[in-house]
Nanobody
Framework: QVQLVESGGGSVQSGGSLRLSCAVS????????VGWFRQAPGKEREGVAG??????LYADSVSGRFTISRDNAKNTVYLQMNNLRPEDTAMYYC??????????????????WGQGTQVTVSS
């Protein structure tokens, strides 16, 4: 059974950093498209970053501040978040799919989802 478990969320001040992790079990990560999404209260879930077609892709709002990576040996996906802003406050979810996820930020392209980890950024 495929499982994704996020960790690393927390509360930080504006300008701070966090690194989120997504531990994957039940399949070989290297064969999958992966992505990070977030959902703030009252807003729709949106794509933050993804690895698809062999490339790392980012939402304009986080480009230059966030970095997605994966360690296939550890079957883990990471999201390094630097220079955090209050508008980054949200529940963050990782997602994965054995097919090519394109567009990378389309929720419907990902079959498997984690339960989320909360990120809160104060000003």
């Amino acid at each position: 059974q495929v499982q994704l478990v996020e960790s690393g969320g927390g509360s930080v001040q504006s300008g701070g950093s966090l690194r989120l992790s997504c531990a994957v079990s039940g399949y070989t990560l290297s064969n999958y498209s992966v992505g990070w999404f977030r959902q703030a209260p009252g807003k729709e879930r949106e794509g933050v970053a993804g690895i698809s077609i062999g490339s790392a892709l980012y939402a304009d709002s986080v480009s230059g501040r966030f970095t997605i990576s994966r360690d296939n040996a550890k079957n883990t996906v990471y999201l390094q978040m630097n220079n955090l802003r209050p508008e980054d406050t949200a529940m963050y979810y990782c997602a994965a799919d054995p097919r090519l996820a394109w567009p990378w930020n389309a929720l419907g392209k990902y079959r498997y989802w984690g339960q989320g980890t909360q990120v809160t950024v104060s000003s």
